[in-house]
């Protein structure tokens, strides 16, 4: 069974930083891309980061470069955000999705998703 759990969210200042982490289980990385996705309320989903795992290339969204990162640890099957200089405008529900392959633009709809994680800046 192919199954994503997304943990790491919480509250924290702006200018804080936090560390989202994707516990992959059933995928073999070398076949999916994996994407973090937010949604904030009353906003439509969007897409911030993802990784093509077989060329390790990445892509991350305008509003977060510099701040945000994606990387991932093969050995044991994590995919993780870095989050830095956190503003109030990236609260939102934070999910890991798998793509096959490569990653897609934000009209695509990934083939697994996560439950979430909670992800507030606020003072």
């Known amino acids: 069974q192919l199954q994503l759990v997304e943990s790491g969210g919480g509250l924290v200042q702006p200018g804080g930083s936090l560390r989202l982490s994707c516990a992959l289980s059933g995928f073999n990385l070398d076949y999916y891309a994996i994407a973090w996705f937010r949604q904030a309320p009353g906003k439509e989903r969007e897409g911030v980061s993802c990784?093509?795992?077989?060329?390790?290339?990445?892509e991350i969204v305008d509003s977060v470069k510099g701040r945000f990162s994606i990387s991932r640890d093969h050995v044991k099957n994590m995919v993780y955000m870095e989050m830095n200089r956190l503003k109030p405008e990236d609260t939102g529900v934070y999910y890991c999705a798998a793509f096959p392959i490569q990653c897609y633009s934000d009209d695509v709809e990934p083939d697994y998703w996560g439950q979430g994680t909670q992800v507030t800046v606020s003072s």
């Open positions: 990784m093509k795992n077989s060329d390790r290339s990445i």
